[in-house]
């Protein structure tokens, strides 16, 4: 078992900042590339960064210099660092982990999601 737990959503006005969190725990052995996605209302979900386990990144346009993804391997914990927050970045917001667990092999997993809304 394998958990993902989503934290650092919310309401922020537009040109603000939030950050997100994600921390794994569970039958960890090793964490490979970690990720977040967002899903806005009537759009499928989409990359918006990503991070492997050695630290080379991977950005959506939209997001390139305003976000940025960083990973604490020793906490298993991945962060967003969100900038110059605009209202086209409302979405829930999900962590991902490609996760290699003891005993059982290769999971991808994924946790429960975050809102964040940018309004004025």
């Known amino acids: 078992q394998v958990q993902l737990v989503e934290s650092g959503g919310g309401l922020v006005q537009p040109g603000g900042s939030l950050r997100l969190s994600c921390a794994a725990s569970?039958?960890?052995?090793?964490?490979?590339?970690m990720g977040w996605y967002r899903q806005a209302p009537g759009k499928q979900r989409e990359l918006v960064a990503q991070?492997?386990?050695?630290?080379?990144?991977d950005y959506a346009d939209s997001v390139k210099v305003r976000f940025t993804i960083s990973r604490d391997n020793a906490k298993n914990t991945v962060y967003l660092q969100m900038n110059s927050l605009k209202p086209e970045d409302t979405a829930v917001y999900y962590c991902?982990?490609?996760?290699?667990?003891?005993?059982?092999?290769?999971?991808?997993?994924w946790g429960q999601g975050t809102q964040v809304t940018v309004s004025s």
């Open positions: 991902n982990a490609d996760v290699i667990r003891y005993y059982t092999g290769r999971l991808i997993s």
């Open positions: 569970g039958s960890i052995f090793r964490l490979n590339a």
């Open positions: 991070i492997t386990s050695g630290g080379s990144t």
